[in-house]
């Protein structure tokens, strides 16, 4: 049988019950197995009641000095009983200096106090029961995180100014950095928001006109990351050599804000759009040079498209690879049967090859085909060399990239590529 004897009401404090007859002290806190928080029981006496009851601080300093005990029973060990037991009479009924010397020479939670409004500075001076006078019941938990957060920084030698706090309280990203950001203008306090505007007019200006496309090797919703690597570094470079007074954290937030809207823009916009060129769907003339391609893949899929489809073939062609793309693969080939030409990307590696009908077969004999190399910048690249074979076949190839007719020249040229892109 057990009776509540005293509780706060307010979160996680711990509460006072009586079990048989026997008063304990009961808490939740560390995680079992199955990450659910457990729950700790351990006696104390009247004397420990009436204090707990009547004031807060201590009850909270008690609750700081168990919980370290309950992180070292982990997700299955009893609480070490004895030495809980031992907190109580020098945390709840002990003179303060004698209490500060308890928590300078044992392990505590911070954290709670600090949700709970403790003085941060006089915590962190060991003047514990100092800091505890201004302790509320009601928790604040973004205190803690704020804490934290400041702290992580400082670790890392990133010391916020106004400006640096106040654009990733905009961003929504100063207590959690791998947030999502978002544009957050009511976070800011009034008088520094021109300032902020100014810092995201600088980054939007930087990447004005840049775009992140799709990559359907990574699925359907799939974003390109070299051009979100190329739009962060055109932001970042922007944004140092217009304010450098901001730390890392802050330029850092921003390029993110620039990037995440553009990619999040491109999963929204579907492939078709994504891959129209000029608004050009027919080539020069007002009439397809392409009216009907096959698409395969290094596993047996085809797909065929055809000048009626409502669909761009690029576009058609992206979906194929977005459905089929997989580690196991990585080899999609775009082919004109009736001019006998063809594209092969080679996706692994970076490189693509255009395939020719040199001589066509006759009298029974296999024709022979011309086959050249390139490398490929990506994503990119690879959808600028895909609209130009749609638009005017192989021989468009010429302007875009260097074309190799023997492969150990372009394994030549993928090792220089490797090695400066090392440097």
């Known amino acids: 049988m057990r009776d509540v004897v005293f509780t706060r009401n307010s979160g996680w404090i711990p509460t006072v019950v009586r079990e048989d007859g026997e008063l304990k002290l009961t808490l939740g806190a560390g995680a079992d197995a199955n990450h659910e928080p457990r729950t700790f029981t351990f006696p ?34 009893p609480l070490d009983e004895d030495a809980a037991v031992a907190l109580l009479d020098p945390v709840l009924l002990g003179a303060p200096q004698d209490v500060d010397a308890l928590f300078s020479r044992s392990k505590w939670a911070m954290g709670p106090l600090i949700s709970h409004g403790a003085d941060i500075p006089l915590l962190e001076h060991g003047q514990v029961c100092a800091a505890m006078r201004t302790a509320t019941e009601t928790s604040d938990p973004k205190r803690t995180q ?60 930087a990447c004005a006109g840049m775009r992140i496309g799709h990559d359907p090797r990574r699925g359907k919703r799939g974003t390109d990351k070299r051009d979100w690597k190329r739009m962060e570094a ?8 217009t304010h450098p007074e901001l730390v890392e954290d802050a330029v850092r937030t921003v390029s993110f804000l620039m990037c995440s809207e553009a990619a999040a ?27 009907s391609l096959s698409f395969t ?14 669909r761009t073939a690029t576009a058609e062609f992206w979906e194929f690879v977005a459905d089929r793309y997989g580690s196991g693969n990585q080899v999609f080939t ?81 090792r220089r590529r490797d090695a400066a892109a090392a440097e």
């Open 234 to 241: 055109t932001v970042d470079a922007a944004v140092r050599r």
């Open 44 to 77: 104390i006496g009247e004397a420990h009641l009436v204090v707990i009851r009547e004031d807060l601080a201590r009850h909270l300093l008690l609750w700081s000095a168990v919980i370290p005990l309950c992180d070292a029973a982990g997700t299955r060990g």
């Open 334 to 414: 775009i082919e004109d049967e009736e001019l006998g030409e063809g594209l092969q990307f080679h996706f692994y590696a970076d490189s693509i090859a255009r395939i020719t009908t040199a001589r066509k077969g006759a009298n029974g004999a296999d024709p022979e085909y011309r086959i050249e190399y390139s490398l490929v910048d990506g994503m990119s690249g690879y959808r600028k060399l895909l609209s130009a074979f749609v638009r005017g076949g192989c021989a468009a190839l010429d302007a875009h990239g260097t074309w190799m007719s023997d492969a150990a020249d372009l394994e030549r040229a993928r």
């Open 146 to 205: 704020k804490y934290d957060a400041d702290r992580r920084r400082a670790e890392r030698g990133q010391v916020l100014d106004v400006l640096d706090t106040a654009l990733l309280m905009y961003t929504g990203q100063y207590l959690h950095g791998a947030t999502i950001p978002r544009r957050l203008p009511d976070a800011v306090n009034p008088s520094l928001l021109p300032e902020v505007m100014r810092v995201i007019a600088t980054a939007e200006q």
């Open 297 to 310: 893949d290094d596993k047996d899929g085809e797909k065929k498209w055809l000048r009626s489809h409502h």
């Open 265 to 291: 823009r491109t999963r929204n916009t579907p492939i078709d759009d994504d891959e129209e060129t000029a608004g050009d769907r027919t080539g020069s003339g007002g009439r397809a040079r392409k009216t």
